[in-house]
Every structure is written in C-alpha cells, then in structure tokens.
DNA sequence: GTATGATCTGATCGTTGTCAAGATTGGCTT
DNA sequence: AAGCCAATCTTGACAACGATCAGATCATAC
C-alpha cells in the first residue's frame, strides 16, 4: 500500500528485495495492466537496477509465478470471505462463483497472469487446489448435497464448477452483453443469472459417473 | 500445408504477401507455439525482411487479428461438422461443446490468441457471433427447448454455454485430473461428464429472466 | 514509355530478457 | 577485532524484438 522506497537513501543492499519486486509487479499489474509489465519495468519500479531480480528470480516466468501464488492466495480470501458474509442460504456455490469472478474481473491483469502460470505448468496452482478456493468448492458441493464418498463424483462436480466460474469470468465482459447486463440490474445480477443458466448442458439427469 | 516459397526464385513482388504471412503465422503457432511468434520470425518464415508485414498490417496485433478470425472461422467449421456428423440423439449441445474444447486443445495456441484478441478489443469475435458457433448454439438451445421468442433468455443460455465450453477448454488440461480421464475412458467421455455436471450451480429450477 | 503508387529492403532506434564480470556489504570464523 | 566468504547489487554487454523511415523496385494506368 505504501510507496516505494526510490526517494530514500537507497540502502545498499535494500532489505527484502524479494519481497519488494512482488509488489512492484503488483502495482504494475495494477495500474499498466498486463501488457506493461516487463522485468526491467518492474526493476525500475523497485528501484534496483535491470539485472538485480535475478538474484532472486531465475526467470521472468518465476516472477510470474510467484506474483501469480499471491494472486490465488488473495482470491482464496476473497471467497472465504463472500462466503462467511452470506447468510446460510443455500445457494454459496453461486456465492462463491460471484466471489470469484467479481476477483477476476476487478484484478484482469493478475488473473491472467495467474491463469497463464497455471498453463504454462499445466498444473492446476497448488494455493487453489490445497488451501484455497477449491477445497471451498468441494465443502460447498458436499454441503449442496453431493455424496462425499464419492471421490471421482466430487471432483468432477469441483472442476466442473471451476471452468464454468473462469470461464463466466473470461467472457462475461464483452460489450455486447451491456445490454443484457443493464436488463438484469447490474453485474452481480447478470452473474448470477449465467450461473443459474448453467444446467443446460444436461440431456440426462444426475449423471451417473459409471 | 505445403512448404514456404523460400528456396524458390523470389519473386520480386510476393504475389499475396498478407496471406503468406497469415499462413506462415499459422505454422509457426502449431510448430513453436505461441512463445515464438514474433512478428519478425513471420516474416523470416514468409520470405521476406521484417520490415515488409507493416505494409499489409499496421500492427503486430493486427496480424494476430486476422489469426484470431481464421480460427473462430475453422472452429465454427469443425462445430457444424461435428454437429452434421451426429445423429439426432437430442444432445447436441454436449456435441457442441465438445467439438469446441477439441478444437481449443488440439490448437492451444491458436485458441490463445483468438481469445486474446477478442480480449483486447473487449468485444466477441465477429466470426463467432455472426456466421459461426453462436448462431450454431442457438439454433440449437432452441431446438433443445428454449423459448426462441424469449431474446433475453435466449441470449443468456448462449452466453452461459459458450463460457462454460471456453472455461472447460482452458482448465481441463492440467495434470491432476488425468486419473479422471483414464478412469472415465478418455478425454471426449472426461468432456461429456463435466458438461453433464454442468446443472449444479442451479440452486432453484429453470431461472425466471425477470 | 513513362509517371504514379503500391510494395519490399536496409538501416536504425528504443526496449526487452539474459548473462558475465566487477563492486559492495552483512555475517561468520578465529 | 580483523578478515574472509558468500550473498547481493551494478555496470556493461548481447541478441532479439516492435516500429519507423528513406530509398529501391516493380505493376500498372495513362
């Protein structure tokens, strides 16, 4: 939240660089969005000169990642949060969706760098999987009525509310659906409404996961 | 598919350089992947200095724009295809999608930048909503049951199925869900049962539009 | 057959990611 | 307390990139 340390008496060795570049990138993600954010940028910003991130990053990409890490962490908050302030009505999946899309569309820049990380990997991110918002999703969907010894069901119901959530949180911004946004009363109505929506890929009933 | 006109007399002229240079894009997206495109290495695998794309594109982004639209135009082509090729067995929808997340994963990068593109210009790509898969999924929503005279509706069962194929074509990838596909009998049945599960973000029924 | 305008090249600028070599310094050993 | 070591930071460099511009080259309209 604070400013840089530029101005100051530049301390030799600065004190947690580390640390520092984090939030440089995170303050360019902010403000210049995805595209301005190259290392040297970041370096600048910091107040480091271009090479000294590679004490403590070996790559480009492993800033990424780490701002990335950051990111999920944040976002796991978020909706643990949403869904702590939300009265028991039965409906926290769709809270928790609105919670993270409301994430990723208020961050843009932060997401994708977060959801490019996790391709580049072809792993899903550990903050989301082990601590994060996908045990949520997994406690709600048990809560919502899924069996929880089913393995294969639940998780298939999880990754299935994940895509449907990124997915909304990808698209949903187009202007072609200010319209339909409008309608509806405003973005968390819309989100909500897609959600709702989302049972149309079902021919069958609750299939069965043979 | 065929091989550059590299070794060949060089024309002075390049009969159709702008296409030259989309197909060359295209190779190296499939070949190297979307790292190594760079506006100079089309060039260099079309012929010609770097120098000469700028009189057909204004931009670099521009270039991956006229990518962008070939793609939706050979996904919209796969998707009527696969939707031809189908018996009337009623879930057409599922057919849909799963001939879009074949699409997207069987060309990763290509799909990249389309998504991309249609990002940056904060706006659904024509190809898509005007002659391709768009229409193809409302037709098909109709034909599934959906009012056709309720617009709103309508539009939003589209918007909610196209975010959803595109979240699964991007999330469905990673490694901690390969037992799932092995146990569920590779990727099209892995496809079918996430979109099947695709109802539980409905916590009442069919949702009023208001 | 020549002028015009479109196309292509060469050279150049500013920026980026990355690396190697040298300066600076906090902390450990004795 | 003195001195050395390894971690940290800077300087300088390199290749590759996007972009621009002056000039060469060609197709064509007249």
Same mark, same amino acid.
């Given at each position: 939240?604070?400013?840089?340390?530029?101005?100051?008496?530049?301390?030799?060795?600065?004190?947690?660089?580390?640390?520092?570049?984090?939030?440089?990138?995170?303050?360019?993600?902010?403000?210049?969005?995805?595209?301005?954010?190259?290392?040297?940028?970041?370096?600048?910003?910091?107040?480091?000169?271009?090479?000294?991130?590679?004490?403590?990053?070996?790559?480009?990409?492993?800033?990424?990642?780490?701002?990335?890490?950051?990111?999920?962490?944040?976002?796991?908050?978020?909706?643990?949060?949403?869904?702590?302030?939300?009265?028991?009505? *039965? =409906?926290? #999946? !769709?809270?928790? /969706? +609105?919670?993270?899309?409301?994430?990723?569309?208020?961050?843009? %820049?932060?997401?994708? $760098?977060?959801?490019?990380?996790?391709?580049?990997?072809?792993?899903?991110?550990?903050?989301?999987?082990?601590?994060?918002?996908?045990?949520?999703? *997994? =406690?709600? #969907? !048990?809560?919502? /009525? +899924?069996?929880?010894?089913?393995?294969?069901?639940?998780?298939? %119901?999880?990754?299935? $509310?994940?895509?449907?959530?990124?997915?909304?949180?990808?698209?949903?911004?187009?202007?072609?659906?200010?319209?339909?946004?409008?309608?509806?009363?405003?973005?968390?109505?819309?989100?909500?409404?897609?959600?709702?929506?989302?049972?149309?890929?079902?021919?069958?009933?609750?299939?069965? $996961?043979?």
């Amino acid at each position: 939240m604070e400013h840089a340390q530029l101005t100051e008496a530049r301390p030799y060795h600065h004190g947690d660089l580390r640390r520092a570049l984090i939030e440089a990138g995170r303050r360019l993600l902010e403000v210049e969005g995805g595209a301005g954010i190259s290392l040297r940028a970041v370096a600048r910003e910091a107040g480091v000169s271009p090479a000294a991130p590679y004490h403590h990053f070996r790559d480009k990409s492993e800033l990424l990642d780490a701002l990335a890490f950051e990111g999920w962490d944040q976002l796991g908050n978020q909706m643990r949060e949403a869904l702590s302030n939300t009265g028991s009505e *039965r =409906d926290h #999946l !769709v809270t928790l /969706g +609105v919670a993270y899309v409301r994430f990723a569309r208020m961050n843009p %820049a932060i997401y994708r $760098v977060m959801i490019d990380c996790s391709q580049s990997h072809e792993t899903m991110p550990e903050k989301l999987r082990d601590e994060g918002a996908y045990q949520l999703t *997994r =406690d709600t #969907l !048990v809560e919502a /009525g +899924v069996d929880p010894n089913d393995e294969t069901g639940l998780e298939l %119901a999880a990754v299935a $509310v994940w895509c449907a959530a990124h997915g909304v949180a990808e698209m949903v911004g187009f202007k072609e659906f200010e319209p339909l946004r409008v309608q509806l009363g405003g973005e968390e109505a819309f989100l909500r409404s897609i959600f709702s929506q989302l049972d149309i890929f079902r021919p069958g009933r609750k299939v069965a $996961v043979a």
